[in-house]
């Protein structure tokens, strides 16, 4: 089946860690995305991509980075300067194109910061 | 920029009885897609269903309807029969027809919870 996979669902660490969490799609999509959402803010663009090597900063990207070196994958790193980093993480794929084509979602995972 | 507000955090519904969700959306932009999705407490996102700008017919997907109003930028969702797994959060979403740094982003508002009663 084709799908977008998120690992882990639950994550922990201390405080001054970098984490990385982990994103992979099997619907050959073109455009991946990444997001936070906070109770009460709604889903908040930390980054996406459009293409393999490239990347571009969404609304929340200080304290993040991203990398896209396959098609399939695209892991964010809440590094240490993420100054509340503990927060429910989407990633997302779509098709390109001007149709209307919706976003399809990982089932998340939860970061927890202590 | 464009905006999405869903003025109604939380909302209520009999089983088998009629919801409707709010979502309003600021732009200057006159070709757009919009989307509403449910969060079911699995917190898995699933698209419920798409309107085109350009097509003056409501989309309907079984039990679920919108009423998109243009030109007062209004986008409800209607809930036909509630039933118990309909319970969730659900975000109206608006995605621009036009690139934005090489690609289309999405535009999400903060959701209403939908809870319904037995």
């Known amino acids: 089946d084709g799908g977008i996979t998120q690992s882990p669902k639950y994550l922990f660490r201390k405080e001054g860690q970098n984490v990385t969490l982990s994103c992979e799609q099997n619907?050959?999509?073109?455009?991946m995305y990444w997001y936070r959402q906070d109770p009460g803010q709604g889903l908040r663009l930390i980054y996406y991509?459009?293409?393999?090597?490239?990347?571009q900063k969404g609304d929340i990207a200080e304290g993040y980075s991203v990398s896209r070196e396959k098609k399939e994958s695209f892991p964010l790193t809440v590094t240490s300067a993420q100054k509340n980093p503990t927060a429910f993480y989407l990633c997302?794929?779509?098709?390109?194109?001007?149709?209307?084509?919706?976003?399809?979602f990982g089932p998340g995972t939860r970061l927890t910061v202590t | 920029a464009q905006t999405v507000t869903q003025s109604q955090p939380e909302m209520s519904v009999q089983e088998a009885e009629t919801v409707t969700l709010s979502c309003t959306y600021d732009?200057?932009?006159?070709?757009?897609?919009l989307f509403w999705y449910k969060q079911p407490p699995s917190r898995q996102m699933i698209l419920v269903i798409r309107?085109?700008?350009?097509?003056?017919q409501n989309a309907t997907e079984n039990r679920f309807s919108v009423n998109f109003q243009k030109a007062a930028k209004s986008f409800s969702l209607k809930i036909s029969d509630s039933q118990l797994g309909d319970a969730a959060m659900y975000f109206c979403?608006?995605?621009?027809?036009?690139?934005?740094?090489?690609?289309?982003?999405?535009?999400f508002g903060t959701g209403t919870r939908l809870k319904v009663l037995a």
């Open positions: 997302a794929s779509s098709m390109s194109g001007r149709a209307p084509y919706e976003q399809y």
């Open positions: 979403a608006y995605r621009s027809a036009r690139r934005t740094s090489g690609t289309y982003k999405y535009i």
């Open positions: 732009t200057s932009e006159s070709d757009y897609y």
């Open positions: 619907l050959n999509h073109d455009a």
């Open positions: 309107q085109e700008a350009y097509k003056q």
């Open positions: 991509s459009q293409i393999v090597n490239d990347f």
